[in-house]
């Protein structure tokens, strides 16, 4: 079993910054793959960023391409996102994700909101 915990949201004035942490507990589970995605009230879920555990490569939607960075500490077994230039439009709860197979990346950014493991969330709020 895989547990995810996120934090770091909060309210911010538009153009502003936020970072978002998840650390995993992973204990005996593989994990190759994890993720961020968001949702806003009355909206689908909307997959944002994904990372390769083994070579942390990284894909982004074209959302928040330039605006928002992916990046991981394996030892530590932290996720983030680095969230710059944020507008009203991103107000969500945004949730890490983890995938347990090998090659989960290839599913693609908009697969990552079913990702098999996925935390509580934090609130994010961009103030107009």
């Known amino acids: 079993q895989v547990y995810l915990v996120e934090s770091g949201g909060g309210s911010v004035q538009a153009g502003g910054s936020l970072r978002l942490s998840c650390v995993a507990s992973?204990?005996?589970?593989?994990?190759?793959?994890m993720g961020w995605f968001r949702q806003a009230p009355g909206k689908e879920r909307e997959g944002l960023a994904l990372i390769d555990r083994q070579d942390s490569s990284t894909t982004y939607a074209d959302s928040v391409t330039g605006r928002f960075s992916i990046s991981q500490v394996i030892a530590n077994n932290t996720l983030f996102l680095e969230m710059n230039s944020l507008n009203p439009e991103d107000t969500a709860m945004y949730y890490c994700?983890?995938?347990?197979?090998?090659?989960?990346?290839?599913?693609?950014?908009?697969?990552?909101?079913?990702?098999?493991?996925r935390g509580q969330g934090t609130q994010v709020t961009v103030l107009a």
């Open positions: 992973i204990g005996n589970s593989d994990v190759y793959c």
């Open positions: 994700a983890a995938h347990s197979q090998r090659g989960g990346c290839s599913a693609g950014v908009p697969k990552i909101p079913r990702f098999g493991f």
